[in-house]
């Protein structure tokens, strides 16, 4: 087979999604209660998600069904295709076989739809009228703001504030859909009026916003809460992308070596990843996983293992974490998606198992890549995607040092369309580099008081 775009029929599309907690050597540690420390049990959760999910959550089922009107609204854009990147593999002149899936091509144009749609058709399934969330850059937003219109239900959107004011266009979209957005710190909760109390002029933070959203839900039994990244339910709705993958690199007759996706909290690299890596844990497969983050907000390579909060304020459970610690607020980078203080506990325990690997680049090699890339392939990458690009150019640059052909998949798991602002930065050179450094992150670690996890 020499085709550059590889199609999986609408009939294969998936019909369960995969959970590896079921296939895990060391399962995830429980989350705990943020004034007991006691592990919290599903009614601790029932005020912000419906049972459905809380099960989710929760559950070491190996498989899980997707419900027939998920894979209904799935196949506006679903199966999404592959490619084998002939160009970019030519520019590069490696011996690699270079693969990517394409999650741009959903309605909000990334892979944040995935879980945008089961989330919001679980909360109609219970009753619910109302979510509400918080986005960074808008793109989970947008994608729970389509969902959410899907199935007749409001959408309240707390907008990091420095992105409101500088991504008008993605709140224009969550307008489209029908959803509100306001701009985060806001003076609608307790959590922002505190915030704008001490500093009036907040660019605000995923866990200020976060935050605000939850203290809404809370406030009112037909509302709830849902977040894009992080938990356990939201990867296993993302995992449908790796199942794709593995028929269509079948298709092409190819099995991967190497699977590399960007990592924000985890949620598109855990849905590439995971169906790969259930091959190491049940066969003895040596698949590398590797997750790419920013090194101005490296949690994953320079973080500690412990538990922390997911929020600002501390309304959230306290989660096994690979974490900067709560308060980190990350350089304002271009890649919105990646500025999260932790990892999902999963994840977390896999790279302390040493089972999966991450790496770190910044932004301005990113953006080289992802130039490239737009050169050699065509497509435009969301900045988060450009960290992956980084990885896939560094190892397939090895494997032409190694005279070594591997095969290296992908996720390209946004395009760049709201981005035009970051390019145009970068090209004309106004893009600067950006790693934290040690004293910034030993200061924002020496404030934690959460439990650190027993040796
Ligand atoms: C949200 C987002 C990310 C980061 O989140 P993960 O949960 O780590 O996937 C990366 N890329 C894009 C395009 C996003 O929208």
């Not at 307008?175 to 001490?198: E, F, H, K, M």
Request: hydrophobic content about 40%.
């Amino acid at each position: 087979m020499n085709n550059k775009k590889i199609l999986l029929p609408e009939s294969e599309m998936p019909r369960q999604w995969y959970n590896i907690v079921a296939d895990m050597p060391t399962k995830p540690l429980p989350p705990l209660h943020p004034g007991t420390h006691e592990p919290i049990g599903p009614e601790m959760l029932a005020p912000l998600f419906p049972p459905a999910l809380i099960e989710q959550e929760m559950t070491q089922d190996r498989y899980v069904d997707i419900p027939d009107e998920v894979r209904d609204i799935y196949r506006i854009w679903r199966p999404t295709p592959m490619f084998r990147a002939y160009g970019l593999e030519r520019l590069l002149d490696t011996p690699a076989k270079i693969y990517y899936k394409y999650e741009g091509v959903s309605p909000a144009g990334s892979h944040k739809p995935n879980t945008a749609v089961p989330q919001a058709y679980y909360n109609k399934q219970a009753g619910v009228t109302k979510i509400t969330t918080e986005t960074g850059a808008g793109q989970w937003g947008s994608a729970l703001s389509f969902a959410c219109q899907h199935f007749g239900m409001e959408c309240e959107v707390y907008m990091v504030r420095a992105s409101y004011t500088g991504k008008p266009y993605r709140k224009v979209l969550m307008n489209t859909w029908g959803a509100t957005v306001y701009p985060s710190p806001s003076d609608r909760t307790v959590a922002g009026r505190g915030i704008l109390a001490q500093h009036p002029d907040s660019p605000g933070s995923l866990g200020i916003a976060i935050s605000e959203a939850v203290e809404m839900a809370l406030h009112d039994e037909n509302t709830k809460y849902a977040l894009g990244s992080v938990l356990n339910h939201v990867l296993l709705h993302q995992t449908i992308i790796g199942l794709e993958c593995e028929k269509q690199l079948e298709m092409a007759g190819d099995f991967p070596d190497i699977v590399v996706a960007p990592f924000g909290g985890g949620s598109n690299f855990a849905g590439i990843g995971f169906p790969f890596l259930r091959h190491n844990l049940k066969e003895g497969k040596k698949i590398r996983c590797i997750a790419a983050e920013p090194t101005s907000c490296p949690k994953l390579t320079r973080g500690v293992f412990r538990y922390d909060l997911g929020d600002t304020v501390g309304m959230t459970p306290l989660l096994p974490m690979y974490t900067l610690g709560h308060d980190f607020i990350p350089a304002p980078i271009h890649a919105g998606g990646l500025r999260y203080h932790g990892a999902g506990a999963i994840v977390s325990q896999l790279l302390h198992d040493g089972l999966i690997e991450a790496q770190a680049h910044d932004q301005l090699s990113c953006f080289a890549a992802g130039i490239q890339f737009a050169r050699s392939e065509g497509i435009i990458p969301a900045p988060e995607a450009n960290h992956a690009i980084a990885t896939v150019i560094q190892e397939a640059l090895r494997c032409k040092e190694a005279g070594r052909s591997e095969t290296i998949l992908f996720n390209l798991c946004g395009h760049g369309h709201f981005d035009m602002g970051a390019y145009e930065q970068y090209l004309a050179g106004n893009l600067v580099e950006h790693e934290v450094t040690q004293a910034e992150i030993n200061a924002s670690l020496a404030t934690l008081t959460t439990p650190l996890i027993p040796a």
